[in-house]
């Protein structure tokens, strides 16, 4: 007797940078690549990851997506700096965010949507939040990392762009797609 047990698609919610500042993440990335053969990264746009991965039968979409756009609509908007790059162990390089105060705000409140709408797994909850955007990744082999960091060491990085919006992507098996963009309330805190 054979028994297929289908898992329902994996998501993840991010805030999007500017068109700008993804071009110049891939440019980035296509350097690793070329220099050093890190190319994981590249299967995603820049982004800065709010709910970390998880599982949601496609049926709920409709009411996740209700749900999110109600949530942006409730949150405004806010300027976010990169500034210079950072790494967590010898496993993952990035471009480090100056203020993690208003994605920590955002991730908190988040959590609490969410976990009041889906069943999350252990796994799917993240507490705590670094904001990052990744630049190199799975393929970063431990005993290229010294080579590939100090390639970064001596690099400067000062960019800035209005955090607007916030998007839902699903994995389709082989890659991430973005499904929705939801528009941070850009109206003035009065």
């Known amino acids: 007797m054979n028994i297929t047990v289908t898992k329902h698609p994996l998501y993840f919610i991010a805030i999007n940078p500017s068109e700008e500042i993804n071009s110049r ?7 690793l690549k070329n220099k050093f053969g890190v190319q ?3 299967k995603l746009d820049a982004h800065i990851t ?12 409709e009411i996740l997506v209700e749900i999110l756009t109600e949530f942006s609509g409730e949150h405004h908007s806010f300027i976010s700096e990169l500034d210079g790059f950072g790494r967590f162990a ?22 609490n949507v969410m976990l009041n709408f889906l069943d999350l797994k252990s796994h799917e909850i993240s507490s705590k ?7 190199a990744t799975r393929d970063l082999k431990r005993s290229h990392f010294p080579q590939i960091w100090e ?4 690099k400067d990085l000062s960019l800035s762009f209005s955090a607007k919006d916030i ?9 991430w797609t ?5 528009s941070l309330n850009t109206q003035l805190n009065l």
């Open 50 to 61: 709010l709910q970390i991965p998880f599982r949601m039968p496609v049926g709920n979409e």
């Open 129 to 135: 939040i670094h904001p990052h955007i990744t630049l």
């Open 151 to 154: 390639y970064f060491n001596d």
């Open 25 to 31: 993440v891939e440019s980035i990335k296509l350097d």
């Open 40 to 42: 994981h990264a590249l």
């Open 178 to 182: 973005s499904l929705y963009n939801f």
């Open 167 to 175: 998007q839902l992507l699903r994995h389709n098996g082989k890659y």
């Open 90 to 111: 010898k496993n993952v390089v990035f471009i480090k965010i100056k203020d993690h105060e208003p994605y920590i705000k955002l991730h908190a409140e988040l959590q």
